[in-house]
């Protein structure tokens, strides 16, 4: 089901939902613009969200972008706990919900 190859679609779906898919674009440029935090913490968030959903375009995607923006194999090594430790921890919680 996953194949970087359906990347190639996103021109389809620009082309028949032309202001959404920009709005999209822009927004997530918006989102990943260095301000008040850095690139390089942005991109590291991004994969550590990326691990969490475990979404293999995400990954996939934003596996570049914090060595890019200056992280280092310590930095992003770091952030795979980080994502592990909140979905475990979503799962430990959401786990209260059978108990009675």
Known sequence: MCDMKNLSKLKTLEANAPE?????????????????IPSKYKEL???AVAFTTQCPYCIEIHAKGPREAGASEQEIAEGVPVAAALRAG???THGTHAIT
């Open 90 to 92: 979503a799962a430990t």
């Open 20 to 36: 959404a898919i920009k709005a999209f674009w822009s927004f997530d440029k918006a989102a990943m613009a260095a301000r008040a």
């Open 45 to 47: 968030m991004a994969i």
